[in-house]
């Protein structure tokens, strides 16, 4: 556009567009068009100074005659004060005029405004409206403050009171936020109240705001010793003793603790440092099978012997008797006399019911007339173990135990062989 300024001077060599140069040779132009070209070319001025120095002509937006901002063009402040219309009226749940109270000036200014700016600027000069920078705890509101600062100051100090010599960190259990917006004016709580509702602690015995601290604390721990076990074929199975005792080590542990209102809700054990080792306890364990014979037998049952070994009468004829009758009451606990397997539990005969237990040594001991076995065939059972209750089964006057012992296939006289 510059290329095209008509010359104000010599006028001679640009020419505007519209004129055109004259017939007869290089000559001035005429006066009244010369005037019109200053005219033109002081306008033309103008516009390149606005350009230059970046100013435009713009619409000023005032309010109740106070300036509030200043925007491109008209369209754009009318965008502006209807929205800020809109916002105040649903800020404040009711209808509320903003334009009425809004004029406008055409002019010229360095600075212009957004239309969002606007909205703002004018929601600033509205009496019933104040903008906050509120408070929210998990989306709650809580307060609010002019000035962002005193809303952080706040927070920072229910944060410190917090703090231990131990703490690492601390931060709210809560999501917090301070957010600014336009609330209705004395709507929300102030900075005071607001402190007042963060330190006091609730009917419930809580806090609106909870701090998580983490703690890195150092203490000394034992350090449990191990045990180490050896097999021992002196004692019996599931037998042991101590050959020497364990003792304990020593460390330095590092823990990191996350703390919610004064609980561990969180731990991790960041370094450990042994300071003494701790000493193994070695104890021995018995591996001989609880069912092994001792090479002796006890009596089976405690009572009196009312038959023996041998012949007897018995009415008109007589019988030789393979065993020995311990006379016992009805239910009481007959005992494997020596360790060994179950070979035989059932009903057998005059036996009644009957138990069988092979020895180590091939001896077989047997048990009749009982009420119930307790053991089955194939169970290993260990010397004094219940195995029976005495009772009266098959062919038997009375309750007794009819107890035999059978050496290499031949019965004999159990008698001698009972401790
Ligand atoms: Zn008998």
Not at 109 to 134: C, F, G, M, P, Y
Request: net charge neutral.
């Amino acid at each position: 556009m510059e290329n095209t300024l008509p010359p104000v001077q010599t006028g001679n060599r640009h020419f505007p567009a519209f004129w055109q140069r004259p017939v007869s040779g290089r000559s001035a132009p005429p006066k009244r068009i010369r005037n019109k070209l200053i005219c033109i070319a002081v306008l033309f001025g103008i516009s390149a100074l606005i350009m230059a120095v970046g100013l435009k002509t713009t619409t000023s937006v005032l309010y109740n005659g106070t300036l509030v901002g200043v925007v491109e063009s008209k369209e754009i402040a009318d965008e502006a004060v209807a929205k800020a219309e809109a916002k105040a009226s649903e800020i404040l749940g009711k209808e509320y005029s903003v334009s009425s109270g809004i004029t406008y000036r055409k002019g010229i200014a360095a600075t212009n405004l957004s239309s969002e700016d606007l909205t703002s600027a004018i929601l600033d000069k509205l009496d019933s409206i104040q903008r906050l920078h509120v408070l929210t705890v998990n989306g709650k509101i809580i307060g609010g403050a002019e000035n962002r600062k005193d809303v952080e100051n706040l927070l920072v100090s229910i944060l410190e009171k917090n703090l231990s010599a131990t703490s690492m960190s601390a931060k709210f259990h809560e999501n917090t936020q301070i957010v600014q917006m336009f609330v209705p004016k004395g709507s929300v709580p102030d900075l005071t109240e607001m402190k007042k509702a963060l330190t006091t602690k609730r009917e419930d015995g809580t806090y609106l705001l909870n701090v998580e601290t983490v703690e890195e604390v150092e203490y000394i721990s034992p350090v449990a010793y191990p045990t180490q076990y050896v097999q021992d074929n002196t004692m019996l199975e599931g037998e042991s003793s101590t050959l020497t005792p364990g003792t304990n080590g020593e460390a330095i542990v590092t823990e990191k603790m996350t703390m919610l209102d004064g609980n561990k809700v969180n731990s991790e054990i960041k370094n450990t440092k042994i300071l003494s080792n701790p000493s193994p306890a070695i104890i021995a364990v018995g591996t001989v099978p609880r069912s092994r014979s001792k090479g002796y037998y006890n009596w089976p049952i405690r009572g009196l012997l009312t038959s023996g070994f041998g012949y007897r009468n018995i009415g008109m004829g007589g019988s030789f008797h393979y065993g020995i009758d311990i006379g016992v009451s009805r239910g009481a606990s007959i005992c494997a006399a020596d360790g060994g397997t179950v070979i035989y539990s059932g009903f057998y005969s005059d036996y009644g019911y009957m138990i069988e237990i092979r020895h180590d040594n091939g001896d077989v001991t047997r048990y009749a007339h009982n009420t119930k076995n307790l053991v089955s065939a194939g169970d290993k059972v260990a010397q004094g173990d219940v195995i029976a209750t005495a009772g009266d089964t098959g062919l038997a006057d009375g309750v007794h135990l009819h107890f035999e012992l059978v050496k290499s296939g031949v019965r004999v006289d159990p008698y001698p062989y009972l401790k």
